[in-house]
Protein backbone atom coordinates (compact mmCIF):
# COMPACT_ATOMS: atom_id res chain seq x y z
CA UNK A 1 0.00 0.00 0.00
CA UNK A 2 1.48 3.35 -0.90
CA UNK A 3 4.05 4.65 -3.36
CA UNK A 4 6.51 1.78 -4.78
CA UNK A 5 8.76 4.18 -4.89
CA UNK A 6 8.74 6.05 -1.31
CA UNK A 7 11.72 6.38 0.54
CA UNK A 8 10.65 5.11 4.11
CA UNK A 9 9.18 1.18 3.82
CA UNK A 10 7.38 -0.18 6.87
CA UNK A 11 7.26 -4.35 6.76
CA UNK A 12 4.80 -5.57 9.40
CA UNK A 13 5.16 -8.91 10.93
CA UNK A 14 1.93 -10.21 12.01
CA UNK A 15 1.89 -12.87 15.05
CA UNK A 16 1.09 -16.45 15.67
CA UNK A 17 3.18 -18.53 14.13
CA UNK A 18 0.44 -19.40 11.86
CA UNK A 19 -2.05 -16.49 11.60
CA UNK A 20 -2.09 -13.89 8.94
CA UNK A 21 -1.47 -10.54 8.17
CA UNK A 22 -5.09 -10.03 7.42
CA UNK A 23 -5.76 -8.50 11.46
CA UNK A 24 -3.21 -6.09 10.27
CA UNK A 25 -4.39 -4.55 7.38
CA UNK A 26 -5.81 -1.13 8.62
CA UNK A 27 -2.26 -0.19 9.03
CA UNK A 28 -2.16 -0.01 5.26
CA UNK A 29 -3.84 3.43 6.80
CA UNK A 30 -0.37 4.72 7.14
CA UNK A 31 0.51 4.51 3.46
CA UNK A 32 1.38 7.80 2.12
CA UNK A 33 3.49 9.69 -1.24
CA UNK A 34 6.08 8.69 1.20
CA UNK A 35 5.74 5.84 3.16
CA UNK A 36 5.06 2.15 1.11
CA UNK A 37 3.37 -0.13 3.73
CA UNK A 38 4.08 -3.74 3.28
CA UNK A 39 2.19 -6.81 4.33
CA UNK A 40 3.08 -10.48 3.85
CA UNK A 41 1.71 -13.74 4.96
CA UNK A 42 4.57 -15.63 6.98
CA UNK A 43 5.44 -19.50 5.65
CA UNK A 44 2.52 -22.02 5.86
CA UNK A 45 0.26 -18.54 6.57
CA UNK A 46 -2.36 -17.11 5.19
CA UNK A 47 -1.98 -17.26 1.54
CA UNK A 48 1.29 -19.04 2.07
CA UNK A 49 2.64 -22.26 0.63
CA UNK A 50 0.67 -24.77 3.70
CA UNK A 51 2.37 -27.99 2.14
CA UNK A 52 3.73 -30.20 4.15
CA UNK A 53 7.42 -28.59 5.07
CA UNK A 54 9.46 -30.27 7.76
CA UNK A 55 10.40 -28.49 11.27
CA UNK A 56 13.46 -27.12 10.06
CA UNK A 57 11.96 -25.22 7.31
CA UNK A 58 10.87 -23.26 10.44
CA UNK A 59 13.94 -22.71 12.42
CA UNK A 60 14.82 -18.81 12.83
CA UNK A 61 16.47 -18.74 10.09
CA UNK A 62 14.48 -19.52 7.35
CA UNK A 63 11.80 -16.60 8.85
CA UNK A 64 14.58 -14.39 8.44
CA UNK A 65 15.32 -15.53 5.20
CA UNK A 66 11.55 -14.91 3.98
CA UNK A 67 11.67 -11.16 5.17
CA UNK A 68 15.59 -10.50 3.60
CA UNK A 69 13.63 -12.03 0.51
CA UNK A 70 10.20 -9.70 0.78
CA UNK A 71 12.67 -6.65 2.05
CA UNK A 72 14.94 -6.63 -0.95
CA UNK A 73 11.53 -7.15 -3.35
CA UNK A 74 9.99 -3.59 -2.16
CA UNK A 75 13.09 -1.88 -1.02
CA UNK A 76 16.26 -2.99 -2.55
CA UNK A 77 19.30 -1.80 -0.61
CA UNK A 78 17.26 0.56 1.61
CA UNK A 79 16.95 0.19 5.26
CA UNK A 80 13.05 -0.54 6.34
CA UNK A 81 11.15 0.03 9.63
CA UNK A 82 9.97 -3.35 10.86
CA UNK A 83 6.74 -3.61 13.28
CA UNK A 84 6.31 -6.77 15.07
CA UNK A 85 3.35 -7.92 16.74
CA UNK A 86 3.29 -10.21 19.01
CA UNK A 87 5.57 -13.50 17.64
CA UNK A 88 6.24 -11.09 14.81
CA UNK A 89 7.98 -9.05 17.50
CA UNK A 90 10.53 -12.15 17.60
CA UNK A 91 10.97 -12.63 13.67
CA UNK A 92 11.57 -8.60 13.79
CA UNK A 93 14.66 -9.09 16.35
CA UNK A 94 15.96 -11.85 15.02
CA UNK A 95 16.37 -10.12 11.62
CA UNK A 96 17.58 -6.92 13.13
CA UNK A 97 20.35 -8.96 15.02
CA UNK A 98 21.01 -11.04 11.19
CA UNK A 99 20.83 -7.86 9.19
CA UNK A 100 21.33 -5.05 11.58
CA UNK A 101 22.52 -2.97 8.12
CA UNK A 102 18.87 -3.07 6.60
CA UNK A 103 16.69 -2.11 9.45
CA UNK A 104 16.10 1.64 10.21
CA UNK A 105 13.55 1.19 13.49
CA UNK A 106 12.19 -1.44 15.22
CA UNK A 107 8.85 -1.09 16.93
CA UNK A 108 6.86 -3.40 19.19
CA UNK A 109 3.39 -4.13 19.37
CA UNK A 110 2.52 -6.68 22.35
CA UNK A 111 5.93 -8.25 21.22
CA UNK A 112 6.99 -11.72 22.52
CA UNK A 113 9.89 -11.35 24.75
CA UNK A 114 13.71 -11.89 24.00
CA UNK A 115 14.40 -14.71 26.32
CA UNK A 116 12.26 -18.09 26.78
CA UNK A 117 11.58 -17.50 30.50
CA UNK A 118 10.14 -14.14 29.85
CA UNK A 119 7.86 -15.59 27.48
CA UNK A 120 6.84 -18.57 30.06
CA UNK A 121 6.52 -15.96 32.76
CA UNK A 122 4.36 -14.21 30.17
CA UNK A 123 1.83 -17.11 29.03
CA UNK A 124 1.31 -17.71 32.44
CA UNK A 125 -0.22 -14.06 33.35
CA UNK A 126 -1.99 -14.17 30.22
CA UNK A 127 -3.63 -18.16 31.58
CA UNK A 128 -4.54 -15.77 35.03
CA UNK A 129 -6.08 -13.14 33.16
CA UNK A 130 -8.27 -15.63 30.90
CA UNK A 131 -9.17 -17.30 34.07
CA UNK A 132 -10.36 -13.96 35.95
CA UNK A 133 -12.22 -13.06 32.94
CA UNK A 134 -13.70 -16.72 32.89
CA UNK A 135 -14.80 -16.14 36.48
CA UNK A 136 -16.54 -12.99 35.50
CA UNK A 137 -18.73 -14.39 32.78
CA UNK A 138 -16.55 -12.72 29.81
CA UNK A 139 -15.10 -15.76 28.35
CA UNK A 140 -16.45 -19.44 28.45
CA UNK A 141 -15.82 -21.55 31.13
CA UNK A 142 -15.52 -24.23 28.44
CA UNK A 143 -12.71 -24.09 25.89
CA UNK A 144 -12.15 -25.56 22.63
CA UNK A 145 -9.37 -28.21 22.87
CA UNK A 146 -9.66 -29.23 18.94
CA UNK A 147 -9.96 -26.06 17.09
CA UNK A 148 -6.99 -23.70 17.75
CA UNK A 149 -8.99 -20.48 15.50
CA UNK A 150 -12.21 -21.48 18.09
CA UNK A 151 -9.97 -21.17 20.73
CA UNK A 152 -7.97 -18.04 20.18
CA UNK A 153 -11.49 -15.86 19.52
CA UNK A 154 -12.44 -17.29 22.63
CA UNK A 155 -9.85 -16.27 24.27
CA UNK A 156 -9.17 -12.56 22.74
CA UNK A 157 -10.72 -10.17 25.70
CA UNK A 158 -7.52 -11.87 27.81
CA UNK A 159 -5.38 -9.60 25.48
CA UNK A 160 -7.27 -6.19 25.87
CA UNK A 161 -7.71 -3.65 28.51
CA UNK A 162 -11.08 -3.31 28.70
CA UNK A 163 -13.00 -6.23 27.05
CA UNK A 164 -15.64 -4.03 25.66
CA UNK A 165 -13.22 -2.52 22.84
CA UNK A 166 -13.77 -5.52 21.35
CA UNK A 167 -17.78 -5.38 20.39
CA UNK A 168 -17.90 -4.75 16.39
CA UNK A 169 -14.72 -6.78 15.64
CA UNK A 170 -15.53 -8.79 12.60
CA UNK A 171 -15.68 -12.19 13.50
CA UNK A 172 -13.46 -13.10 10.50
CA UNK A 173 -10.44 -11.07 11.35
CA UNK A 174 -8.43 -14.43 11.91
CA UNK A 175 -7.30 -17.20 10.14
CA UNK A 176 -4.52 -19.48 11.39
CA UNK A 177 -2.56 -22.96 10.17
CA UNK A 178 -2.52 -24.51 13.50
CA UNK A 179 0.23 -26.31 12.26
CA UNK A 180 2.43 -23.42 12.13
CA UNK A 181 2.75 -22.64 15.43
CA UNK A 182 4.23 -26.19 17.28
CA UNK A 183 6.50 -26.59 14.35
CA UNK A 184 8.09 -23.67 14.87
CA UNK A 185 8.10 -23.39 18.22
CA UNK A 186 9.89 -26.65 18.25
CA UNK A 187 12.63 -25.50 15.82
CA UNK A 188 13.26 -22.47 17.64
CA UNK A 189 13.55 -24.21 21.48
CA UNK A 190 15.00 -22.52 24.32
CA UNK A 191 16.57 -18.62 22.77
CA UNK A 192 18.00 -15.95 24.81
CA UNK A 193 17.96 -12.87 22.32
CA UNK A 194 19.29 -10.55 25.25
CA UNK A 195 22.89 -11.83 24.95
CA UNK A 196 22.78 -10.90 20.97
CA UNK A 197 21.55 -7.48 22.00
CA UNK A 198 24.48 -5.64 21.35
CA UNK A 199 23.95 -6.13 17.62
CA UNK A 200 20.92 -4.08 17.70
CA UNK A 201 21.47 -0.86 16.53
CA UNK A 202 18.03 0.76 15.30
CA UNK A 203 16.35 2.76 16.81
CA UNK A 204 13.25 0.93 19.03
CA UNK A 205 10.15 1.63 20.01
CA UNK A 206 7.84 -0.67 22.09
Given at each position: ?150 YLQQIIPAYVYSPEMLSGLPGNTFEINPEA ?26
Open positions: AGNPEANEVLITLHGGPGLSHRYLRDLEQLATSDLLVVSYDQRASGLSSRSAQPENDFAPSTYVQDLDAVRQAVAGQKRVHLLGHSWGGYVAMVYAITHPEYVGSLLFVDSVPPTTADFQAGMQRCQQRVQELQQKGIIAKELSTTDKLEEPKTWNAIGNYDLIRRKSLLSPPSLA
